[in-house]
Each structure stands twice: as C-alpha cells, then as structure tokens.
C-alpha cells in the first residue's frame, strides 16, 4: 500500500479537498509513479460539477506526468526512474483497439470515465473515514492524477526523455494531444484547404499549431476572448474572427471568399457553436466535433446542408495511438514547432480550486499543477 495525498471531490459541485488516502498494490500490468506535474482539463471541471457520471466521491486528474517508482511484474515499456506521460487507458483487446483506434475502445467509458474501478469492479484507492463512509471513485482515464501519486494502467503511460520539463509534458496526455491528433489523424488538411478553429483553448490551439505544420492556405481561429485571439496570431493562425464582436458565419464567408471552410474543429461543447461551424463548411468540408457539453445535449442541424457532402465527425483523444503520437509531439517541442509551453500556467497542488477558477474564467489556457 502507499499513502498519498490527492485533491477529492466529495460531491458533485463540492470543491477539491486535499486528503491522505491510500492506493492498492500495483498489479502485473500497472505501474506506481510520482507525480511531478498535472493539467488541469475542461471534462475534470465537467465531472466535479456533476455534468458527467462519474462516481463521486473520487480522485480525478487524468493529464499526470512524472517518474516512474515501481513496475509491476508484466510490465515492459518502462522501469523505475523512467519519465513519463500519462494518458487514457483501453483493454488492447477489442477489434478498433487492434486496429490502432484506442481511443475508441469498446470498454473506453467504463475503463476512462464512468466506472471508476479498474475493469473487474476493484478499487484502486480507498481513504479511512469511518464506518459508511462509502466508496472512492479512481482509475480516471486509467490514472486519477490529481495526488502525489497514482497507480497507472500500462496503457496509460507513456516514456518521455529525461531533459524536457513535466510541468509542459503533463498536457500531452490529453488537452495537446486531442487538438494535435484531431488535425493529423482527422481532417487531414489537404495542401491549400482552409481550417478554421471554433475555441482558442488548449485544445483548439494545439490544433491551431497543428495545422500550421502542413501545407494550407489559412488558419483561421475564432474566439470570443482578445487576448486568446492575439495569441492566435502568435501561434500562426493568418486570421482571426472575434466572436463576441463580429458575425463569425459573415466573417468566414468574407475570409473565404464565399467558398467556406474545409476542415473546422469545434472546441467549444457549445451547440450553437457547432451550427456555426457546419454552417460555415465548404462543399465536401468536415467538421470535427471535440467539445464535450453536458450528457444529452442535442445540436439542431439543416440535414439538406449535408448534402454538398459535408461530413461532421467526433472525436475522443484526436483518435491518437499515444505510443506514437505523443513521441512525435515531443520531438516538435524539441524543435520548436510546437510552443505549448505558451499556454501553460503553474500552481502548486495545494491551489488546485485557484487554478480550476482561472481555468472557468478563462484567464488560464491550461494550467498545470507541480508537486513537491
């Protein structure tokens, strides 16, 4: 067993609570590491306000980065002392998991997101608080990364070099890595398509940045917030559209020339948002839906604009194989290609419900907790 101390959520909308609680023994095919860094993303702020199942009380936390301390016994691809990123989890088994599609997995939601156990029902954290006290929900996205600890799924974890920060790693695992995957393995732009990016949040930008990788004509990113936009430009993108200031639907016909877009990515889990951006398709475009709103959100779409063979698309973790992806989003850092540290913020742990704020504030693209 090992003591750690993780931020709780005891109820849907209750703040994040600092406690000791204890984590199991790692099994065969699990892995116990240090944590250094953890992002912050939109669907732990989603799951602590109740918008999605998750059994509450439980440790959230699903972009960890740290240190490898112990491997259990079927363990391969890493060993102690090895960095590393963690990412979401799948059983390795089923035909899209062979297939190079994890993060479409046929048990992706009760192994990720709504069962918080490991796949047989068994606990991977448990706390000491009396008698009834009841369960604790763990095992998020295969990790729970929210504590100094975590007891990892193989699958979930992923090795980094030594000599790149964890605090600018830690985002890989999902927010960087659903926007880089969604234009790489998604839409594919073609040479000299436009794209147009509905969100300048983590996700958007990294898929912003993405985008400006290949060969297209424009990058256009839409916002409502001045300061996301500018860092927009920074980032590449060859225009803006202010979305609280502008018509956005007018302004993409203007930038376009009338003709639309042919790649969109909607970030922002807003319905309204995502007719904009099916609106605003080209004949044969494609928009990839990566916005998670609350369970049971609907989107009222014009069926005849499909017709010109618009295609929309979801999306779960850029539909990324993680051995790969994230290797290859690593080595662009490297290189400079793709700046994430420019979205990050730091908090230590202990001010977790500060960086949850500025996140929903939007004063924040990403914040990152560090721990000691």
Known sequence: MTETLAAVVNKPGAPFSLERITLDEPRPDEI???LTAAGVCHTDLTVRDGHL???LPGVLGHEGAGVVERVGSWVGRVRPGDHVV???TSCGTCGTCRGGHPAYCASWLPLNLLGGTRGDGTATLRRDCGAGCGGLGGHFFGQSSFATHALVDERSVVRVPADVPLTT????GCGIQTGVGAVLYVLRPRPGSTI????AGAVGLAALMAAVLGPVRQVIAVDRLAPRLALARKLGA???VDAAEEDTAAALVELT???GVDCALETTGNPGVLRTAIDALAPRGEVAVIGAPPMGTEAAIDVN???PGRRITGVTLGDSEPEQLIPLMVGLHRQGRLPVEQLIRTYPFARIEEAAADMTAGTTIKPVLTFD
């Open 32 to 34: 116990l590491v240090r």
């Open 53 to 55: 199942p998750f059994p």
């Open 86 to 88: 963690l990412t979401f």
């Open 169 to 172: 790693l830690a985002p890989f």
């Open 196 to 199: 147009a990016v509905f969100g």
């Open 238 to 240: 060859t225009a803006v």
């Open 257 to 259: 020339d009338g003709l």
């Open 305 to 307: 604009g499909l017709l």
